[in-house]
């Protein structure tokens, strides 16, 4: 899965164990989302980084908002265990059926 606008790609790199959700801009990695596989349909989100350098421009919720999609397309639960996903997980506009 890929998303691109203002010169910033994000692309969900998914393997067996791991997956990491990458936002580049200019050929440069500005921020990462990182999952592991607690069984095959459960996800735990346990890294959210985004370069000092591209914070305060949403690029965590962008990331965010990929993971959604990525886990509602393939129908996993996520358990959120990095402290930015935790608070995302705490709004009411969190899609029920991604929460483990």
């Not at 393997?15 to 990695?29: P, Q």
């Amino acid at each position: 899965m890929s998303t691109e606008s203002n010169n910033l790609i994000i692309t969900t790199h998914q393997s067996l164990h791991n997956t990491r959700i990458i936002a580049v801009r200019n050929g440069e990695n500005v921020g990462v989302l990182e999952l592991r596989a607690r069984t095959p349909m459960t996800w735990a989100a346990y890294r959210t980084f985004v370069d000092p350098a591209a914070r305060g421009e949403g690029l965590a919720g962008k990331l965010y908002k990929e993971m959604v999609s990525w886990a509602t397309q393939h129908e996993f639960k996520i358990i959120p265990e990095c402290s930015y996903i935790v608070k995302k997980f705490e709004a009411p506009d969190t899609p029920k059926e991604i929460m483990a």
